[in-house]
């Protein structure tokens, strides 16, 4: 998939039935956990998709939470929504049934999504996700000392909580306690 916002390709899974190429056909959009990808295995989320003869949508959205374009970045938001449009030209999608899950770094993403573009999918299903990113920094920093998921963390928004205010600014639009919110 070509991301609208950068050109960059971003991988993705795709499983359609072949009913999809003329029926309107629900979608599952199924979101990698923090630290993997769109080749993380989900089994169980891709059968259930099948079994009931939907799209299923495994988008990478920037891999592992560890860079800055990761971690509910625009660039990875829009990742996302690029894939499902990419899906939405090769099948027919019903729009009306597009549906958003993730466990862990999915589930935070799935509800960022639903946050920032709750009138894009039909529900939303977030397991385990992270709500508030800053005060997830804090509990994985122990004695001062930063562990392996605040050290992503950082990496992805430049610092640690009350670094700068850009920092800040980073973890409250990275942060779906923030933006749903607005819904």
């Keep these: 998939v070509v991301s609208t916002l950068d050109r960059s390709e971003q991988p993705a899974v795709v499983w359609a039935?072949?009913?999809?190429?003329?029926r309107p056909t629900p979608v599952l959009v199924f979101?990698?956990?923090?630290?993997?990808?769109?080749?993380?295995?989900?089994?169980d989320w891709q059968r259930e998709a099948v079994e009931r003869g939907w799209i299923y949508l495994h988008p990478n959205f920037r891999g592992v939470n560890e860079r800055q374009e990761a971690c509910g970045s625009e660039l990875a938001r829009q990742d996302i929504l690029d894939a499902i449009d990419d899906v939405s030209t090769r099948y027919r999608v019903d729009s009306a049934r597009?549906?958003?899950?993730?466990?862990?770094?999915?589930g935070h993403m799935?509800?960022?999504m639903a946050?920032?573009?709750?009138?894009?999918?039909?529900?939303?299903?977030?397991?385990?996700g992270i709500?508030?990113?800053?005060a997830w920094q804090r509990f994985h920093t122990r004695e001062g000392q930063p562990t392996k998921y605040a050290q992503m963390?950082?990496?992805?928004?430049?610092?640690?909580?009350?670094?700068?205010?850009v920092v800040d600014?980073?973890?409250r639009s990275r942060s779906p306690l923030t933006v749903l919110g607005r819904v």
Aim: glycine letters at 10%; one cysteine or more; proline letters at 6%.
């Design 153 to 165: 963390l950082e990496a992805c928004v430049g610092g640690p909580p009350g670094t700068s205010a």
């Design 98 to 106: 597009v549906y958003l899950a993730g466990t862990s770094g999915g």
């Design 31 to 43: 979101l990698h956990s923090w630290r993997s990808d769109y080749r993380q295995a989900n089994t």
């Design 131 to 134: 709500s508030d990113l800053a």
């Design 110 to 112: 799935a509800m960022l």
């Design 115 to 128: 946050g920032y573009q709750p009138r894009r999918f039909s529900a939303v299903s977030a397991w385990v």
């Design 169 to 171: 600014a980073q973890y």
């Design 17 to 22: 039935p072949a009913s999809a190429a003329d």
